[in-house]
């Protein structure tokens, strides 16, 4: 599961506010689709340059990243690697891909649950849930240091 953090959560929330009013969007092209929305934030790659990496291999996102070597030298590796760097996964991407991580399904009430991969507004809704989760992971997680002053037992004067 992705790393919390403050870069991830907002590429997220960015990618979400953007395909919420894009037009762009088309899961059957490698810039375009729920992968390379994300892939053009983090990286700021446009779509056709994004598109142009994956056809240098074989396959969808799913496959690609089934295949992913990061000493591969291939273009659309160095991409996924980037990815990673942000505290990625790659079943973080196959399932973004697909709609289909079910901590993320779950923090949607029950009747919207069932969300279809190659639909704009469950894509945007998917990673609204994702920014949600991983806003309350990064909260769990946050410890507050006592200070120094509260430490110390209190000195008792006779």
């Keep these: 599961m992705a790393k919390a953090n403050f870069v991830l ?13 894009s037009e762009s969007y088309q899961w059957g092209h490698m810039g375009s689709c729920n992968c390379g929305h994300l892939a053009q934030e983090l990286t ?3 779509k056709s340059e994004i598109h142009t990496r994956a056809m240098q291999k074989y396959g969808d996102w799913n496959e690609q990243l089934n295949d992913y070597c990061p ?11 980037e990815l990673l760097s942000y505290g990625l996964d790659t079943d973080d991407l196959k399932h973004l891909e ?6 993320v399904l779950r923090m ?17 809704k998917y990673l609204e ?14 410890q507050v240091p006592v200070p ?11």
Excluded at 75 to 81: A, E, G, R, S, V
């Design 129 to 142: 849930a994702w920014v949600n989760m991983l806003e309350e992971s990064l909260v769990e997680n946050i």
């Design 98 to 103: 697909k709609l289909s991580d079910q901590r």
């Design 44 to 46: 700021k790659l446009n």
């Design 9 to 21: 959560i907002e590429a997220l929330r960015n990618t979400a506010k953007t395909l919420a009013t």
């Design 108 to 124: 949607l009430p029950i009747g919207e649950r069932h969300l279809i991969h190659n639909r704009r507004d469950d894509v945007v």
């Design 71 to 81: 000493t591969s030298g291939l273009l659309m590796d160095d991409l996924i690697t």
């Design 148 to 158: 120094r002053s509260q430490e110390k037992e209190p000195v008792e004067i006779a």
